[in-house]
């Protein structure tokens, strides 16, 4: 596995062969059709609010649930839970759009959490933005809590 910029770990398990040009150039070069990753953080990891040009549909695998701390392009913060245990709201399956700032934490103490992150178009890591905390603070002061914790 390697390490990941924004935390944790990942190895990538698919990248379609297929490629698509967009009108609007809004993915300059094109891109694959999709990637897809295994993702591991662990209990003491944290993934940073980061943001890329692709929605990212997140897949639950193994261990701890998480949480994926979203900020979106309007200016809304939601909390997802992302696990096995339907009955408490978890779900094993989650979509954080195209553009919006996002970060995730394990929820269980010593533990740890394997995920799948498919995203389409494929990743590129030119497609990749991590937030600045001064700058996240500035532009979303009531999140400082979330914000304080996710950039550290």
Not at 10 to 36: A, H, K, L, M, Q
């Amino acid at each position: 596995m390697n390490r990941i910029p924004e935390g944790g770990f990942y190895t990538e398990v698919y990248r379609s062969d297929n490629t698509i040009e967009t009108e609007n150039g809004e993915f300059p070069g094109g891109r694959c059709f999709s990637t897809s990753i295994y993702y591991l953080l662990g209990s003491e990891d944290i993934s940073k609010f980061h943001r890329i040009t692709s929605d990212e549909i997140w897949h639950h695998y193994e261990g701890s649930s998480i949480t994926i701390h979203t900020i979106f392009q309007d200016g809304n913060y939601e909390i997802r839970s992302l696990g096995k245990d339907l009955a408490t709201g978890q779900r094993p399956k989650h979509v954080v759009p195209a553009g919006a700032w996002f970060g995730v934490t394990v929820d269980g103490p010593e533990n740890f959490a394997l995920c799948g992150c498919t995203v389409a178009p494929g990743f590129e890591f030119r497609d990749f933005e991590m937030a600045e905390r001064e700058i996240m603070l500035e532009k979303y002061p009531e999140y400082e809590f979330i914000i304080k914790k996710l950039l550290p």
